[in-house]
């Protein structure tokens, strides 16, 4: 890896916290400070054509990469399942070597590696989400819900990585739907206090899509130095 590059591993405490759009802030914001950073998406289900993974494809526009989809996103489902899941109903087993050689090609820069929902989501017969994390040894920015359940589901995850002895870069609030949750207003404080862990956000729900990406960005920056961002 380059002395000035960046790299994380974006997870979530569950599926739809908002993970795919923390990783296009941060490549964005990456981009922004001349990176020249890559997405890496090893593994995505539920995509409505296996030749265009929305995820995939979400992250490579925010990095403004012109790598092949395949590069990005070696192993691709239809089915909005787990992707061992998705795989083992198919008779397959996605190859964990095309995992490792994809992996290869960008480990050397700046990169926002995404998972697939949680820690213990399965990628094929023998691995979950946070086998790849220990492999890549990469810090962790893990993506929760804002709201009442958060504090259990980031304990949880937390205490998962730490017995991995997997360094955790930060936490990201996001409010994924409209209106308030009494929770909202301690769950910052009382994770940061308790965990020791930096806490960014909560990003507030926007409906409009730009003014979302940015509300991301903005709480996000923290990670970038700012150094970097005014190169």
């Excluded at 819900?145 to 980031?154: D, E, F, P, Q, W």
């Amino acid at each position: 890896m380059a002395p000035d590059s960046l790299q994380f591993f974006v997870t979530g405490t569950d599926t739809g916290v908002g993970k795919t759009q923390v990783s296009c802030a941060l490549l964005s914001l990456l981009k922004d400070a001349g990176h020249a950073p890559q997405g890496f998406k090893p593994y995505e289900s539920g995509c409505a054509s296996l030749k265009a993974p929305s995820d995939a494809l979400a992250m490579r526009e925010a990095a403004g990469s012109t790598l092949p989809v395949e590069a990005i996103c070696p192993h691709r489902f239809k089915a909005p399942l787990a992707p061992g899941i998705a795989a083992s109903r198919l008779g397959t087993e996605p190859d964990f070597r095309v995992t490792l050689a994809a992996w290869k090609q960008l480990k050397g820069g700046s990169v926002v590696v995404e998972g697939a929902g949680g820690l213990f989501v399965p990628v094929d017969s023998k691995r979950d989400v946070v086998d790849l994390i220990q492999t890549f040894r990469l810090p962790v920015v893990l993506v929760a819900r804002a709201g009442l359940g958060t504090l259990n589901h980031v304990a949880l995850s937390l205490e998962a990585l730490a017995a991995r002895k997997v360094s955790v870069r930060a936490v990201v609030l996001s409010r994924g739907v409209p209106g308030r949750d009494l929770a909202e207003r301690d769950n910052r404080r009382y994770l940061e206090a308790r965990h020791g862990v930096e806490v960014l956000g909560p990003v507030p729900y926007v409906e409009d899509a730009r003014k979302r990406r940015m509300a991301f960005r903005r709480a996000l920056a923290p990670l970038v130095p700012e150094r970097a961002r005014a190169r």
